[in-house]
């Protein structure tokens, strides 16, 4: 491949990674953002949220501050919430949060993925969870929130956690073995 060819290849690209970013920009609703950002700061307790100079996606994707807003909402709904800044980790907290909003009672169909917000794929889509979320805690109240959490009942469309799991047994003891006859 010729110089020239090489350079009119990246022009190309370039103009459509350069439409795809101004796509992804106008799909994105700041006027959600600017409620969302007032809503978890109440929630949390939180000025971070007043930050202009860090988008939502820097400020969220750790996860911290979802696990700790889904505690805050309905104390006890994460365990254990990472502080480490290993990827794995913080994938981890944003995976709780959404298997937390979905034990709330929020339909599948309203969550992310863990990649649309820790990879900045489609935050608009997390915006919409996000307010989905706030809507729930308006809709339902505090109380039905955390009655659900403490009993564990599961929003339509979730499986158990425990479905697909052999029945726990207490460590040091060895599995049973099957019946001969």
Same mark, same amino acid.
């Given at each position: 491949m010729?110089?020239q060819?090489?350079?009119?290849?990246?022009? +190309?690209l =370039?103009?459509?990674?350069?439409t795809?970013?101004?796509?992804k920009?106008?799909?994105?609703?700041?006027?959600?953002?600017?409620?969302?950002?007032?809503?978890? =700061?109440?929630? #949390? =307790?939180?000025?971070?949220?007043?930050?202009?100079?860090?988008? !939502?996606?820097?400020?969220?994707m750790?996860? +911290?501050?979802?696990c700790?807003? @889904?505690?805050? @909402?309905?104390?006890g709904?994460i365990?254990?919430?990472?502080?480490?800044?290993?990827?794995?980790?913080?994938?981890?907290?944003?995976t709780?949060?959404?298997r937390g909003?979905?034990?709330?009672g #929020?339909?599948?169909?309203?969550?992310?993925s863990t990649?649309?917000?820790?990879?900045?794929?489609?935050?608009? +889509?997390? /915006?919409t969870?996000?307010?989905?979320?706030?809507? /729930? +805690?308006a809709?339902?109240?505090?109380e039905? #929130?955390r009655a659900?959490? !403490?009993s564990g009942?599961?929003?339509?469309?979730?499986?158990s956690?425990?479905?697909?799991?052999?029945?726990?047994?207490?460590?040091g003891?060895?599995?049973?073995?099957p019946?001969?006859?």
């Amino acid at each position: 491949m010729s110089q020239q060819q090489e350079g009119e290849e990246e022009a +190309v690209l =370039g103009s459509l990674n350069a439409t795809l970013a101004r796509k992804k920009a106008e799909k994105y609703d700041h006027s959600l953002d600017a409620e969302l950002r007032t809503w978890l =700061g109440t929630q #949390l =307790g939180l000025k971070v949220f007043d930050d202009q100079g860090k988008s !939502l996606q820097e400020l969220l994707m750790d996860g +911290v501050h979802l696990c700790n807003l @889904l505690n805050t @909402l309905a104390p006890g709904t994460i365990k254990r919430v990472n502080s480490s800044s290993l990827s794995f980790k913080q994938m981890e907290n944003v995976t709780n949060f959404i298997r937390g909003t979905k034990r709330l009672g #929020l339909p599948e169909s309203e969550c992310f993925s863990t990649l649309d917000l820790f990879e900045d794929k489609d935050m608009p +889509v997390v /915006l919409t969870s996000l307010d989905g979320l706030r809507k /729930l +805690v308006a809709r339902d109240g505090l109380e039905a #929130l955390r009655a659900r959490a !403490l009993s564990g009942v599961l929003s339509p469309g979730m499986r158990s956690p425990t479905s697909t799991r052999s029945p726990a047994r207490k460590w040091g003891t060895p599995p049973a073995s099957p019946a001969t006859s």
